[in-house]
Nanobody, 124 residues
Framework: QVPLVESGGGLVQDGASLRLSCSAS????????MAWFRQAAGEEREFVAG????????RYADSVKGRFTISRDNAKDTVYLQMNSLKPEDTAVYYCAARPSPGATMFESDYDYWGQGTQVTVSS
């Protein structure tokens, strides 16, 4: 098991910034690819950003490129999602996910471990 705990969500206005954090425990963190997904009300969960373990290669959904940045601190077993220029359409529950492979993919089914989610609400 890899318990994941997200934090940092909240209610912000259009154009604001937020930083989400996800703390992991229990395994060698660099062995895990990490990702953020989100699920808006009435929608399916979608990929937001992913980051590899050792080399920290990243990938992003087109909808967040240039606005969101994923990073990780392997010494702290933590992955971050810096969200800038937030829009109302970014409103969703954001989930942290881990897969037991150093690479990160865009596919929900590749991830074995999930956090409980943190709500992000962007008002217009």
């Amino acid at each position: 098991q890899v318990p994941l705990v997200e934090s940092g969500g909240g209610l912000v206005q259009d154009g604001a910034s937020l930083r989400l954090s996800c703390s992991a425990s229990g395994r060698t963190f660099t062995n895990y690819g990490m990702a953020w997904f989100r699920q808006a009300a009435g929608e399916e969960r979608e990929f937001v950003a992913g980051i590899g373990g050792v080399w920290s290669n990243t990938r992003y959904a087109d909808s967040v490129k240039g606005r969101f940045t994923i990073s990780r601190d392997n010494a702290k077993d933590t992955v971050y999602l810096q969200m800038n220029s937030l829009k109302p359409e970014d409103t969703a529950v954001y989930y942290c996910a881990a897969r037991p492979s150093p690479g990160a993919t865009m596919f929900e089914s590749d991830y074995d471990y999930w956090g409980q989610g943190t709500q992000v609400t962007v008002s217009s």
